[in-house]
């Protein structure tokens, strides 16, 4: 259980480098984060971190970590 929780926060802090823009943005912004936009970079001013939306996006990723270490532990048995 463990590994799971660490492995979901691992991909929750890759996915903060993968851009994720919305249809309609301000110009000169960028969102990262996936599913859920938690860092927004501007330009010439400081990088602003949404922490809920980092927290759900920590949650998503460590439940489908533990839905996918779960399938295979019950595929190893079979």
């Known amino acids: 259980m463990g590994l799971v929780v660490v492995v979901g926060i691992c ?31 501007k330009t010439l001013l400081p990088e602003e971190h949404r922490y809920f939306e980092l927290f759900s996006d920590c949650l998503f990723w460590i439940v489908v970590v ?11 048995e079979s």
Do not use: C, D, Q
């Open 11 to 41: 991909i929750r802090l890759v996915s903060g480098f993968v851009e994720n823009p919305p249809e309609a943005s301000v110009i000169g912004h960028k969102y990262y984060g996936w599913p859920f936009v938690w860092r927004i970079t």
């Open 66 to 76: 533990l839905v996918v270490a779960l399938l295979a532990r019950k595929l190893m």
